[in-house]
């Protein structure tokens, strides 16, 4: 695997989701992994207005007081709210943790997954406190989902394989796909 010098500015490769041309934008899919890991996407079809409103009612949620979010900590699932400090990626880096806070939504497990590992219903603030926030996030949710699904076949491609390749039944017919909402508090530097 290529190192990556994270010091210099990364020039991220933007994936243009409305490029017919899908051997193009495949051969940038698989530049832009092999070379920084990351890539944007563009032209995915989520509206603007949508994601203003998941941007709001993200800072609305992290603006409730902690006795509020900690109702909603995260659980066994890997759904909920995450405090500040409560995750390190880099404990060599930062002891203390990681200057964030967080909040995951995956899918509503059906009857048949409850009890599987990452399965089960998700956390949400309550209505009386964030009267828009469920909905805005399962409409999200639902949004950005149909764009990994838009991305796959490019992904196959880029992997030298048939674009269907990941169309076999199971495979991908309700993937365990999570959002993750990220807050990064102001912090003081002394």
């Known amino acids: 695997m290529p190192e990556v010098d994270y010091s210099e500015p990364v020039n991220l490769v933007c994936i ?5 041309d899908l051997t ?15 890539f944007y996407v563009v032209h995915h079809g ?3 207005d949508i994601l203003a409103e998941v941007f ?39 002891p203390e943790g990681d200057w964030k806070e967080s909040y995951y939504i995956g899918p509503e497990a059906s009857n048949v997954d409850q009890g599987k590992r990452f399965h089960g219903p ?15 996030m399962e409409d999200y949710y639902e949004k950005v989902l149909n764009v990994g699904r838009r991305l796959i076949p490019l992904i196959a ?29 102001v912090r003081k530097v002394e």
């Not at 243009?16 to 017919?20: E, G, I, K, W, Y």
């Not at 949620?61 to 500040?84: Q, S, V």
């Not at 998700?122 to 926030?133: A, F, G, K, R, V």
Request: hydrophobic share 35%; with cysteine; glycine share 2%.
């Open 24 to 38: 193009a934008t495949a051969a940038q899919v698989r530049k832009a992994c092999l070379d920084s890991g990351f």
């Open 46 to 48: 989520i509206d603007q």
């Open 122 to 136: 998700n956390q949400w603030p309550s209505t009386e406190l964030l009267p828009c926030w469920r909905e805005t």
């Open 157 to 185: 491609l880029a992997l030298n394989l048939d674009a269907t390749y990941f169309n076999k039944p199971r495979m991908m017919d309700e993937p365990l796909a999570f959002i993750r909402l990220l807050h990064y508090p």
């Open 56 to 94: 709001e009612q993200s800072r609305r949620l992290f603006a409730l007081p902690d006795e509020e979010k900690m109702k909603l900590l995260r659980n066994e699932n890997h759904r909920g709210y995450t405090p500040y400090q409560a995750e390190s990626l880099n404990p060599s880096m930062q």
């Open 16 to 20: 243009d989701l409305s490029n017919p």
